[in-house]
């Protein structure tokens, strides 16, 4: 496979997701802002504020979704931002990081015990996976996760896939028609690296960014390593399935590894796969 890179430049990139009329947009943690890209290049300023984004979904509002200190709505015509889930650091949660939506529109959102980016002086702590609702009131669905990252669900929507770095493992929970979740179990485990965002592709098989070793790591549904795709920095952060028919798989990264403090960027390369749309969140606005 070919490694096209698209843009770079940034800190840390992160937060992929495909916008039928506004191509990739993708968050930069450490310097903050939400941008747009094609297969170009040109890159465009989406929202030029805010830090910390890990996660994002697009919301059938006309707007994101983003998470960081908090999980809020943020619509494209304006700069003003609507809290859906705060954090509550009194209580072991200091922010949130990858999110997804399910087939419902519902939003899930790992929540972080301690930062893993900005150092507040705290020993790393684990965090839980919260189910923000349709009517917008939330819950713990899961819990113990030492460093929440990427999430996706089984093309059936009945398996949710979700990283947990720190432990070097994918895990997965069976779906119940509520949102709750079955008891954790182990999906896949990493010998090298550790597991960062991950998407699902309509085959079944699960593509986790794997941080640190540089690629990305393809897994059959039932675990089983297939290959890698490299790329040309060492943190690789997550992907993201793209373009008209969702078969180019974005990926991104950063800084990390190497000299220079904007390394991080954007690359794509073709897949014989295509990748599931990830539904509109639909949660209710405050």
């Given at each position: 496979?070919?490694?096209n890179?698209?843009t770079?430049?940034?800190?840390?990139v992160e937060?992929?997701?495909?916008?039928?009329?506004l191509?990739?947009?993708?968050?930069?943690v450490l310097?903050?802002?939400?941008?747009?890209?094609?297969?170009?290049?040109e890159v465009?300023?989406?929202?030029?504020h805010?830090?910390?984004?890990?996660?994002?979904?697009?919301?059938?509002?006309e707007?994101l979704?983003?998470?960081g200190?908090?999980?809020?709505f943020?619509?494209?015509?304006?700069?003003t931002s609507?809290?859906l889930?705060d954090?509550d650091?009194?209580?072991?949660n200091?922010g949130y990081?990858?999110i997804?939506?399910?087939?419902?529109?519902?939003?899930?959102?790992?929540?972080?015990?301690?930062?893993?980016?900005?150092?507040?002086?705290r020993?790393?702590?684990?965090?839980?996976?919260y189910?923000?609702?349709?009517?917008?009131?939330?819950r713990?669905?899961?819990e113990?996760?030492?460093?929440?990252n990427g999430?996706?669900?089984s093309?059936?929507?009945k398996?949710?896939?979700?990283a947990?770095?720190?432990?070097?493992a994918?895990c997965?929970y069976?779906?119940l028609?509520n949102?709750?979740?079955?008891?954790?179990?182990?999906?896949?485990?990493?010998?090298?690296?550790?597991?960062?965002?991950?998407?699902v592709a309509?085959d079944?098989t699960v593509?986790?960014?794997?941080a640190?070793a540089?690629?990305?790591d393809?897994?059959?549904?039932?675990?089983?390593?297939?290959?890698?795709?490299?790329?040309?920095?060492p943190?690789?952060?997550?992907?993201c399935?793209?373009?008209s028919d969702?078969?180019?798989?974005?990926?991104?990264?950063?800084?990390?590894g190497?000299?220079g403090?904007r390394?991080?960027?954007?690359?794509s390369?073709?897949t014989?796969v295509?990748?599931i749309?990830?539904?509109?969140?639909?949660?209710?606005?405050?």
């Open positions: 496979m070919t490694v890179t698209i770079e430049g940034y800190g840390l937060g992929p997701v495909w916008h039928e009329k191509g990739l947009l993708f968050s930069d310097f903050g802002g939400v941008y747009s890209t094609s297969d170009s290049g465009e300023t989406i929202f030029s805010r830090r910390g984004i890990g996660g994002m979904s697009i919301h059938v509002s707007g979704v983003v998470s200190r908090n999980i809020s943020k619509p494209f015509d304006s700069d609507i809290v889930l954090r650091e009194e209580n072991g200091v990081n990858d997804t939506t399910d087939s419902k529109g519902r939003i899930y959102a790992g929540s972080l015990g301690s930062s893993p980016v900005f150092d507040d002086g020993e790393p702590q684990a965090g839980n996976l189910l923000i609702d349709l009517d917008g009131t939330s713990v669905v899961a113990d996760i030492q460093l929440t999430l996706g669900f093309p059936d929507n398996i949710l896939y979700h947990d770095s720190r432990r070097q994918v997965c069976d779906v028609e949102g709750d979740l079955g008891p954790k179990q182990t999906f896949a485990e990493f010998d090298q690296g550790a597991p960062d965002g991950l998407v309509t079944g593509w986790v960014a794997n640190s540089g690629r990305v393809v897994f059959s549904n039932s675990g089983a390593f297939s290959h890698s795709i490299q790329i040309p920095l943190m690789c952060t997550s992907v399935f793209g373009g969702l078969s180019t798989l974005y990926i991104v990264s950063g800084s990390n190497v000299e403090d390394r991080g960027g954007v690359y390369v073709s014989e295509s990748g749309p990830v539904p509109l969140a639909k949660v209710a606005l405050p």
